[in-house]
């Protein structure tokens, strides 16, 4: 079946660092969703992407929906400790079901 | 805005007995409303989508009479996981949708233990 596939599965950086994560899919998507969920929540949404080669940006997160569209990327700029937590990026399957990737994690360094 | 709320946050029961986990658009009617199940370090994993008024449909695998899902009213739908063991035991979160598009707004999610 369709999948999404999120790279990298997990991530420790500085404090302050910039963030770049990505997720592919084998086939072709017309809308990218990024979320997050912190530890015990549900997941947020924090971009919804719509048209090939958007790029969108909420405050220090900016998302691109790839041109072939087949990808999406999400960075978040100058990480702060509230920036830890699972990035999942989702999009509507074939049957039009919301498929979601496996979700990067995210750890900032003390 | 887009606001969705669960009630309980948590709950602890006994084998064999039933819990019901509601899940409400606070600030919106919500067209559609989606139950996930989660379990630990892993993704969100569909059960079942409703919508209002009529019957919910369920996810291949997931048994539509031991999750019991009801889809009253635009603004709440309710999971009921009867004669609960302790392989139910997870996270429950449900989402909303109220456009024609694909955003889903979370509820914060519902930590079911069975004992």
């Known amino acids: 079946g369709q999948q999404l596939n999120q790279s990298p599965q997990s991530m420790f950086i500085q404090e302050g660092e910039d963030v770049s994560m990505n997720c592919t899919s084998s086939?072709?998507?017309?809308?990218w969703l990024w979320y997050k969920q912190d530890p015990g929540e549900g997941p947020v949404l924090l971009i919804a992407?719509?048209?090939?080669?958007e790029l969108t940006s909420n405050g220090r997160l900016t998302a691109q929906f790839g041109i072939t569209r087949k990808d999406s990327f999400l960075n978040i700029s100058a990480s702060i400790p509230s920036d830890v937590g699972i990035y999942f990026c989702?999009?509507?399957?074939?049957?039009?079901?919301?498929?979601f990737g496996k979700g990067t994690r995210l750890h900032i360094l003390p | 805005g887009a606001v969705v709320s669960q009630h309980p946050s948590w709950v602890i029961c006994k084998s064999g007995t039933s819990v019901k986990i509601e899940c409400r658009s606070l600030?919106?009617?919500?067209?559609?409303m989606f139950w996930y199940r989660q379990f630990p370090k892993q993704s969100l994993m569909l059960m079942a989508t409703?919508?209002?008024?009529?019957?919910?449909?369920?996810e291949q695998g997931v048994e539509k009479d031991k999750f019991l899902i009801n889809h009253a009213s635009l603004t709440l739908s309710t999971l009921t996981v009867t004669s609960a063991h302790p392989e139910d035991s997870s996270f429950y979160i449900c989402?909303?949708?109220?456009?024609?598009?694909?955003?889903?707004?979370f509820g914060p999610g519902t930590r079911l233990t069975v004992t």
């Open positions: 989402s909303a949708s109220f456009t024609v598009s694909y955003e889903q707004y």
């Open positions: 086939s072709i998507f017309n809308t």
């Open positions: 992407l719509y048209k090939a080669g």
């Open positions: 989702a999009g509507p399957g074939r049957d039009d079901k919301i498929i």
């Open positions: 600030d919106f009617q919500a067209t559609t």
């Open positions: 409703s919508n209002e008024g009529s019957k919910a449909t369920y």
